[in-house]
């Protein structure tokens, strides 16, 4: 990004279109702001209110507020030949990016940049004067695959195991969700000799960190019709940080099943009760009425703070003994059902 004899870091927005722009700059940091704006065919400088949490993807079905939807009608009506976004450290919705991509969307054509609210600040000073944005991106169609195992398939009823198997763009991913992963690979040698009269099916899932959400959806489309033989679904996502417990929370009608689970994890020490979340697999699950648990790290929030997203998210996190013992308590709770 150069303006006059300026030159400025920005970063391309994960999947945005690649392009070649000289244009004036025009600015806005509010979405009244964004309503009355001529930007067709300028660079449009988004700093501030406009930029204060990351847009969901245009498409995305299991949360989309009104707000954002808006945010995206305006710029995609307004035309601007492309998009800077200024932003700030947010951790409690982005983790430790900073700064984050206000546009995550390969569904999102307007070429988009971001940069820090420093960045920004200093870019107002452009603001009516010609720059130039190179973005050298394209976007490279692919393929993935969600991995599902059964056992017992034909039995009335079942319990869903879950947690996925991507990771957030150049981030090592070893808590969000290798370790996830290496619990229900656990499970599976734990069950491998189940003989009970409940099926169990194992769900690694793709495309948590993707903003398409394409493994959710997969699934959803295959096997929707198989949610009313679901007794629980239970969700593994960032599992096993080296500080603190494992907490364990519960989404919907449970009564005689939250006492038993209850009453089988007070024998582990390094499980707690902890709040809800609603930004994991276990959701799809939720929002179709069927019962759901979610495990996580007990101190979630300072992951998120210091480590969630970014290229320090590496194994040296991961307590592998803590992964042994939720394996071991889900074994014995699925062999009680």
Known sequence: MTAGQDNFEVFTSPYSLGCDVQADIVVVSTTEELESVDCKGKILLMYGEVCSEQLMPKNFVFYNPEHHQKIITLLESNEPAAIITATARNPEQVGALYPFPLIVDGDFDIPSVYCRDTVGASLLAHEGNT???????????????????????????????????????????????????????????????YQGEVGIEIAAFNGEDHYSAGGQMDYLARYREEFPTILVAINL??????????????????????????????????????????????????????????????????????????????????????LVEIATCLDRLVRSL
């Open 131 to 193: 720059a130039r944005l190179q973005i050298k991106a394209k976007r490279v169609p692919s393929k993935a695959r969600n991995v599902i195992a059964k056992l017992n398939s034909s039995a009335p009823r079942k319990v869903v195991l879950t947690a996925h198997i991507d990771a957030y763009e150049d981030s090592p991913g070893a808590s969000d969700n290798a370790s996830g992963t290496v619990v229900l690979l656990l499970l599976a040698e734990m069950l491998a000799n």
């Open 237 to 322: 996502d960032d599992v096993g940080y080296k500080e603190g417990k494992t907490a364990y929370s519960f989404y919907g009608y449970f009564d005689k099943l939250e006492r038993r689970v209850v009453e089988i994890f007070k024998d582990y020490d390094g499980l707690c009760p902890g709040g809800s979340w609603f930004s994991g697999d276990h959701m799809i699950f939720v929002q179709n009425q069927i019962p759901a648990m979610a495990f996580t790290a007990e101190k979630m929030p300072e992951l998120m703070r210091t480590v969630t997203h970014t290229e320090k998210d590496t194994p040296s996190l991961v307590d592998s003994r803590k």
